[in-house]
């Protein structure tokens, strides 16, 4: 099977799936809610990306023969060593940091990493905006920068699944204005370069033809029709769903955490109903509930009903109307008994009722995977790409911009290694 019809097939059936497991969720949000839906759908979203990017790269070997006029020089600001070098350390940081929340509550570090990450993303679209209003940008530093910018954007998703980061209403906000200024900058780039549209090619005839391996081999040269550029395309409708899937996520949870994380520093106390269970509790545990009214000395939170004694049904005292509740909610403590949902949260609980912002699990989605696994597909390919085309950099890796770059990812991702092996100490670290 050639190389395109290999990279088009795999996102064909990777944006259907997409579309069709979206589809999905909402139906199932509609008639029933259930957090393990979004567990599942988050767990297979990112298998089939896994899946159907190795797929795609058994069309590597598919590379055309080098034509006369390739490129073979890039600007090391935008694809040096030193910058992809802290790509791949600040994705793979906050993918570490976001997984392992999945196990445990403590305080972390991911909006540190990610604010990082933010600037580094900008910095990059900055770099790659000047060159392209000046007219000097060549078209192997726009596609190898396009992909990073991928990479990149694709990682940003990943802090929008953590507790901390929900907290922040304005990083939320900031991360998606950056996914999406990242996402139209690199159509930009890639449509221009596709097209043999950028300035550089018409004014460097020394360079005006290179092949990029993104979910297939496509190329600028103007010797080569059809230059196979369809599959990206349908790839960039693809990260534009994810998106919008991720903002609906962030957005419809953002104030809900910003409330919980509010009232957890209002009221320090860590309740936490096993502890009451045990001869010996947990000793980052500081809530001591009353065994009569079970309502804590120190907070004067209620423990959680365990009984769950249904809510008897009243009347409408304006005409005598019979008011019906659901019969699983608790009228002690309103728990819903199936789904553990509040319901005087309604809808907009994603905590459960009675469950502080401290003592729920850093991850609160399992979607993050399939955002790292779209950025590590699309890293390889910056190496890939560039180790088929022999590309030279034009400084050396102590250059300014690669530099700074390495600067931002090292020192976030020594705080955020810091914060992690702190909290291994329970003498003196406690949740929040």
Not at 21 to 35: D, G, M, Q, T, W
Not at 176 to 202: D, H, M, R, W, Y
Request: charged share 15%.
């Amino acid at each position: 099977m050639a190389s395109f019809q290999v990279g088009f097939y795999t996102i064909i059936v990777l944006a259907a799936c997409k579309v069709i497991l979206i589809a999905l969720e909402i139906s199932f949000n509609i008639k029933r809610p259930r957090a393990i839906f979004l567990i599942l759908f988050g767990y297979t979203s990112a298998f089939l990306a896994l899946l159907l990017g190795c797929m795609s790269f058994i069309s590597l070997r598919a590379k055309r023969p080098d034509l006369p006029g390739r490129c073979e020089n890039a600007d090391a600001d935008i694809v040096g060593d030193g910058v992809r070098a802290a790509a791949w350390t600040q994705v793979g940081i906050l993918f570490f940091i976001t997984l392992t929340g999945i196990f445990h509550f403590y305080k972390t570090a991911v909006k540190e990493i990610g604010g990082g990450l933010i600037v580094t993303h900008v910095s990059l679209a900055i770099a790659l905006l000047v060159p392209l209003a000046r007219k000097e940008l060549s078209p192997i530093d726009a596609i190898l920068g396009s992909l990073i910018l991928d990479a990149q954007g694709n990682s940003l998703s990943i802090q929008l699944v953590t507790k901390e980061t929900l907290a922040a209403r304005w990083q939320v906000a900031i991360v998606l204005i950056a996914q999406l200024l990242g996402l139209v900058i690199e159509g930009i780039l890639a449509g221009s370069f596709a097209a043999n549209l950028l300035p550089g090619t018409k004014s460097t005839k020394s360079c005006d033809c290179f092949s990029v391996f993104w979910w297939t081999w496509f190329s600028n040269c103007p010797s080569v029709t059809p230059n196979n550029v369809a599959p990206f395309w349908i790839y960039f409708g693809y990260r534009f769903l994810n998106i919008l899937h991720g903002s609906y996520f962030a957005i419809t949870r953002a104030g809900t955490f910003d409330d919980a994380e509010k009232w957890d520093k209002e009221n320090l106390c860590d309740p936490c109903d096993r502890c009451r269970e045990v001869s010996n509790p947990n000793k980052l545990c500081k809530c001591h509930p009353c065994d009569q009214c079970h309502f804590c000395k120190v907070c004067k939170r209620r423990a959680r009903c365990h009984q769950h004694q249904p809510i008897v049904p009243t009347q409408n005292p304006w005409n005598g109307a019979l008011i019906l509740r659901n019969g699983n909610i608790c009228r002690e403590c309103f728990n819903c008994k199936s789904c553990g949902h509040s319901d005087l949260d309604g809808n907009r609980s994603v905590l459960l009722s009675g469950e502080r912002f401290s003592e729920a699990p850093v991850t609160v989605s399992a979607n993050f995977l399939e955002s790292s696994v779209l950025a590590l597909l699309s890293m390889i390919s910056v190496e890939v790409t560039m180790n088929f085309n022999m590309v030279q950099k034009t400084d050396p890796i102590y250059a300014v911009g690669q530099v700074t770059a390495l600067i931002i990812a090292v020192g976030t991702a020594a705080r955020a290694i810091w914060v992690f092996l702190y909290m291994f100490d329970a003498r003196t670290h406690s949740a929040y």
